[in-house]
């Protein structure tokens, strides 16, 4: 196996990054592998809720999960990251900064995500209540080269785990 490595989650709202990437991380764990997940929900509200959404405040959020990720693999632990991400540039700068870095990209349009919402954030978000909603009124930027992409609107989340799986052991950067 290569050294620690960070696997970086990125789509719109309700593609299903929290879902595979706790999958992974269990995965990981059940097989004697240290890994940790930083959600973007999770990590955002409790430890930088001063953080808004615009581009800048979204910028800082990426920066610092970057830099945590890093402080992981630096210890021997694989972080994955499941945080929105909507910058190409930001995303960027997080590969520059972690090395190790396996970007995962959830292809998934709106409508299939707002389908999966059940707090109706999709809709309030298209009806002009919620402001800065990636994908709907904030844009969302796909990665030119990610590692792996993820049709979450075609693949059961089955299938897309097992599509993470074997991309990570076909590159070595898992053994089991």
């Not at 989650?9 to 592998?33: C, D, M, W």
């Not at 930088?48 to 693999?73: H, Q, T």
């Not at 396996?102 to 298209?126: F, H, I, N, Q």
Request: with cysteine; hydrophobic share 35%.
């Amino acid at each position: 196996m290569k050294p620690a490595f960070t696997a970086w989650f990125t789509g719109i709202p309700r593609s299903g990054k929290s879902t595979l990437a706790l999958r992974l991380r269990e995965a990981l764990n059940q097989h004697g592998v240290p890994a940790t997940l930083l959600d973007g929900d999770e990590i955002r509200k409790t430890f930088w809720p001063e953080l808004g959404f615009s581009k800048a405040d979204r910028d800082e959020n990426i920066r610092r999960f970057s830099r945590l990720a890093k402080l992981f693999n630096e210890q021997g632990v694989i972080a994955i990251v499941a945080v929105i991400s909507p910058y190409r540039e930001a995303r960027q700068e997080a590969r520059k900064l972690i090395h190790h870095f396996v970007e995962v990209y959830l292809d998934c349009p709106p409508e299939v995500c707002a389908s999966r919402d059940p707090t109706g954030m999709y809709e309030k978000a298209w009806r002009g209540e919620i402001s800065h909603f990636t994908g709907v009124s904030d844009p969302y930027e796909p990665p030119s080269q990610p590692e792996l992409v993820l049709n979450t609107a075609q693949e059961t989340p089955d299938e897309s785990f097992q599509k993470i799986l074997h991309y990570l052991r076909s590159t070595h950067w898992v053994n089991f």
